[in-house]
C-alpha cells in the first residue's frame, strides 16, 4: 500500500511538471506531442494517440500518434458510433479495456490501415468548458492491467490538455483568419475603387472596359486565394487523407510537362523532362504529388524570361526520389529565400507585376511533409531558382521504361 501511494505522488509531482511544460507553447503540433507522450509515460503504456473531434462532420480525427508517423495518421477517421472513442465523446467517460477485440465498440479499420495491433486500450475524454474536444488514449499497458490510479491520473492530464488545446487552436484560427483577412484587403479594395469608377459619366467606353477587365482579374485573384487558403487549412488541420499507390514517375513527368505546355508557349519557354530509365515505382498520393510539381512548373514558367527554358528531373538516391525543378528565370533574391514557404509571402521585387495567391509554396511544403519528404531551394538572381522535392522510396518495384516516353525529349 505504501509503495502504490508513494507511485501515486510521483505521478502527481510529474503531472505538475507537465502542466508546466504545456502552459509554454501555443503551438497546436508541439503541444500534441508533448500531451501523447506523457500520457503514455505516466499510464505505463506502449502508445497513446490523441482524435479531435469534428462537431460540423461529427467525427474524430488523429491528429497526433506515439507509434504513428504523420502520413499514416493523416486523415484517418473514427466514426461516433461504432467505436470506443466515440463511445467515449457520446457518453463523456472514460473507458478502460482489457482486450480491445472482444470489446462491440472496437474500430477494426484503424488497426488494419496501420497494421498497428491493439490489446488494451484506456481511453479519457477532453473537455473543457462543457465542450468536447477529443479523445486521449493509451494503448497497450506494458505490465498488467491498467488500474484507477491510471485512469485517475490520465483524467487530470485530460482536464490540462483539454484547455492547452483549445487555446492554442483559438490563437491558431485567430492568427490564420487576421493573416486571411489581410490578403483580402487588397483585391477587396481594387474592386471596390473599380465599381466606383464605373459609375462615373465621364469613363470612355475604352476606360470602362479596362475596368471590367480588371474586376474580373480580381474576381479571379479573389476565387484562387479562397480556394488555397481552403486546402491549406485542411492540409494544416490533418485532415486530408493520402491515398497512397504505386505509379510510375516517368509518366507523372510528362503528364506535368503536357499540362503546362500552353502555358510554357506563350512565352516560348521549352519544358525539358529527363528521368534514368529505370527508376522505382513511387509510392504516394499522386494526384498530390502531381499538385505540388504542376505549382513547381507553373511558377518555373511565371517568374521565367521569355525563350527561357524549364527543366524537369527525376534521379534516385540512397533514400529518396528527388525532383529537380530548375529555370533560368529571374531568380529570388538571397534575404527571400528563408521566407518562401510561409503564408501569404511573395517576393516583394515580383509582387507588383506577377499575380498569386502567396499559398502555393506553403501548400506544397504541407503535402511533400506529409508523405515523410522535404522540399529545398536554391536560387541566384539573374540566373534561375531549382526547387528539389525528396520522396521516400516507398515500396521498391523497378519500372520497366516506357518507349513511348523515353522518345520524349
Given at each position: 500500500?505504501?509503495?502504490?501511494?508513494?507511485?501515486?505522488?510521483?505521478?502527481?509531482?510529474?503531472?505538475?511538471?507537465?502542466?508546466?511544460?504545456?502552459a509554454?507553447?501555443?503551438?497546436?503540433?508541439?503541444?500534441?506531442?508533448?500531451?501523447?507522450?506523457?500520457?503514455?509515460?505516466?499510464?505505463?503504456?506502449?502508445?497513446?494517440?490523441?482524435?479531435?473531434?469534428?462537431?460540423?462532420?461529427?467525427?474524430?480525427?488523429?491528429?497526433?500518434?506515439?507509434?504513428?508517423?504523420?502520413?499514416?495518421?493523416r486523415?484517418l477517421?473514427?466514426?461516433?458510433?461504432?467505436?470506443?472513442?466515440?463511445?467515449?465523446?457520446?457518453?463523456?467517460?472514460?473507458?478502460?479495456?482489457?482486450?480491445?477485440?472482444?470489446?462491440?465498440?472496437?474500430?477494426?479499420?484503424?488497426?488494419?490501415?496501420?497494421?498497428?495491433?491493439?490489446?488494451?486500450?484506456?481511453?479519457?475524454?477532453?473537455?473543457?468548458?462543457?465542450?468536447?474536444?477529443?479523445?486521449?488514449?493509451?494503448?497497450?499497458?506494458h505490465?498488467?492491467?491498467?488500474?484507477?490510479?491510471?485512469?485517475?491520473?490520465?483524467?487530470?492530464?485530460?482536464?490540462?490538455?483539454?484547455?492547452?488545446?483549445?487555446?492554442?487552436?483559438?490563437?491558431?484560427?485567430?492568427?490564420?483568419?487576421?493573416?486571411?483577412?489581410?490578403?483580402?484587403?487588397?483585391?477587396?479594395?481594387?474592386?471596390?475603387?473599380?465599381?466606383?469608377?464605373?459609375?462615373?459619366?465621364?469613363?470612355?467606353?475604352?476606360?470602362?472596359?479596362?475596368?471590367?477587365?480588371?474586376?474580373?482579374?480580381?474576381?479571379?485573384?479573389?476565387?484562387?486565394?479562397a480556394?488555397?487558403?481552403?486546402?491549406?487549412?485542411?492540409?494544416?488541420?490533418?485532415?486530408?487523407?493520402?491515398r497512397?499507390?504505386?505509379?510510375?514517375?516517368?509518366?507523372?513527368?510528362?503528364?506535368?510537362?503536357?499540362?503546362?505546355?500552353?502555358?510554357?508557349?506563350?512565352?516560348?519557354i521549352?519544358?525539358?523532362?529527363?528521368?534514368?530509365?529505370?527508376?522505382?515505382?513511387?509510392?504516394?498520393?499522386?494526384?498530390?504529388?502531381?499538385?505540388?510539381?504542376?505549382?513547381?512548373?507553373?511558377?518555373?514558367?511565371?517568374?521565367?524570361?521569355?525563350?527561357?527554358?524549364?527543366?524537369?528531373?527525376?534521379?534516385?538516391?540512397?533514400?529518396?526520389?528527388?525532383?529537380?525543378?530548375?529555370?533560368?528565370?529571374?531568380?529570388?533574391?538571397?534575404?527571400?529565400?528563408?521566407?518562401?514557404?510561409?503564408?501569404?509571402?511573395?517576393v516583394?521585387?515580383?509582387?507588383?507585376?506577377?499575380?498569386?495567391t502567396?499559398?502555393?509554396l506553403?501548400?506544397?511544403?504541407?503535402?511533400?511533409?506529409?508523405?515523410?519528404g522535404?522540399?529545398?531551394?536554391?536560387?541566384?538572381?539573374?540566373?534561375?531558382?531549382?526547387?528539389?522535392?525528396y520522396?521516400?522510396?516507398?515500396?521498391?518495384?523497378?519500372?520497366?521504361?516506357?518507349?513511348?516516353?523515353?522518345?520524349?525529349?
Open positions: 500500500m505504501a509503495e502504490i501511494k508513494t507511485q501515486r505522488l510521483d505521478g502527481y509531482r510529474r503531472l505538475i511538471d507537465i502542466a508546466r511544460d504545456l509554454s507553447t501555443l503551438d497546436l503540433d508541439i503541444l500534441l506531442s508533448r500531451i501523447v507522450h506523457a500520457a503514455a509515460e505516466i499510464s505505463g503504456a506502449e502508445a497513446a494517440s490523441i482524435l479531435l473531434y469534428d462537431d460540423t462532420s461529427q467525427k474524430l480525427y488523429f491528429q497526433v500518434s506515439t507509434n504513428l508517423d504523420a502520413s499514416t495518421q486523415g477517421v473514427v466514426p461516433l458510433e461504432g467505436s470506443i472513442a466515440g463511445w467515449i465523446v457520446l457518453n463523456r467517460q472514460a473507458v478502460r479495456i482489457v482486450n480491445a477485440h472482444d470489446d462491440a465498440r472496437f474500430f477494426s479499420n484503424i488497426e488494419q490501415a496501420t497494421g498497428y495491433s491493439t490489446q488494451s486500450i484506456l481511453g479519457i475524454p477532453l473537455v473543457t468548458k462543457n465542450k468536447i474536444v477529443g479523445v486521449l488514449e493509451a494503448i497497450n499497458k505490465r498488467g492491467k491498467f488500474t484507477d490510479t491510471d485512469e485517475s491520473m490520465l483524467l487530470v492530464l485530460g482536464a490540462q490538455a483539454a484547455v492547452a488545446i483549445e487555446n492554442a487552436r483559438l490563437f491558431q484560427q485567430s492568427d490564420l483568419i487576421a493573416e486571411f483577412v489581410h490578403e483580402l484587403r487588397t483585391p477587396l479594395s481594387s474592386l471596390s475603387t473599380a465599381t466606383y469608377l464605373l459609375l462615373r459619366p465621364e469613363m470612355s467606353q475604352d476606360q470602362r472596359d479596362q475596368i471590367i477587365n480588371n474586376i474580373h482579374n480580381e474576381t479571379i485573384r479573389l476565387n484562387a486565394l480556394s488555397s487558403f481552403l486546402d491549406l487549412a485542411r492540409l494544416e488541420s490533418g485532415r486530408v487523407q493520402f497512397k499507390n504505386s505509379f510510375s514517375i516517368a509518366d507523372l513527368m510528362y503528364e506535368c510537362k503536357d499540362v503546362m505546355s500552353t502555358k510554357a508557349a506563350e512565352d516560348n521549352q519544358i525539358r523532362v529527363e528521368s534514368p530509365e529505370r527508376l522505382p515505382l513511387l509510392e504516394a498520393d499522386r494526384d498530390k504529388i502531381k499538385q505540388v510539381l504542376l505549382n513547381l512548373l507553373s511558377n518555373a514558367i511565371k517568374y521565367n524570361r521569355p525563350n527561357g527554358s524549364v527543366m524537369l528531373r527525376a534521379e534516385e538516391t540512397e533514400k529518396d526520389i528527388a525532383f529537380y525543378i530548375q529555370d533560368t528565370g529571374l531568380g529570388i533574391p538571397e534575404e527571400s529565400l528563408p521566407h518562401l514557404f510561409e503564408k501569404f509571402f511573395r516583394r521585387e515580383n509582387e507588383s507585376r506577377i499575380a498569386g502567396g499559398l502555393g506553403s501548400i506544397c511544403k504541407q503535402i511533400i511533409q506529409g508523405h515523410n522535404r522540399i529545398e531551394v536554391k536560387s541566384k538572381t539573374g540566373v534561375g531558382t531549382v526547387f528539389v522535392v520522396l521516400p522510396h516507398g515500396r521498391r518495384v523497378t519500372e520497366t521504361a516506357d518507349n513511348k516516353q523515353s522518345k520524349k525529349k
